[in-house]
């Protein structure tokens, strides 16, 4: 069983940054992969930002490719998500996901969800 708690959300005006983390708990193995998903309201949930959980290839959402960096602390099983050049586009809730099946991580495959954080970004 795998937990995960994010936070680092809040509010940022447009063209600020926010640095959200998500804790892991559990059994997690290095082949996992990970990643950052966004649901706005009203919309369907999106892929974010990925990759394995000790891997060292990466991959972003072309709406957030240059802005958005995911990264990972092995030491204190995070991983965080730097969110730069923020937009009011941007302004959803923001959850982790991690699945032991798959190279990428995607809504669908996701095993594990964490409960999300809220980030709304204002112009």
């Known amino acids: 069983q795998v937990q995960l708690v994010e936070s680092g959300g809040g509010l940022v005006q447009a063209g600020g940054s926010l640095r959200l983390s998500c804790v892991a708990s559990?059994?997690?193995?290095?082949?996992?992969?990970m990643g950052w998903f966004r649901q706005a309201p009203g919309k369907e949930r999106e892929f974010v930002a990925g990759?394995?959980?000790?891997?060292?290839?990466?991959f972003y959402a072309d709406s957030v490719k240059g802005r958005f960096t995911i990264s990972r602390d092995n030491a204190k099983n995070t991983v965080y998500l730097q969110m730069n050049s923020l937009k009011p586009e941007d302004t959803a809730v923001y959850y982790c996901?991690?699945?032991?099946?798959?190279?990428?991580?995607?809504?669908?495959?996701?095993?594990?969800w964490g409960q999300g954080t809220q980030v709304t970004v204002s112009s």
């Open positions: 996901a991690v699945t032991s099946t798959r190279v990428v991580v995607t809504a669908r495959n996701a095993e594990y």
């Open positions: 559990g059994r997690i193995f290095s082949s996992y992969a």
């Open positions: 990759g394995r959980w000790s891997g060292s290839s990466t």
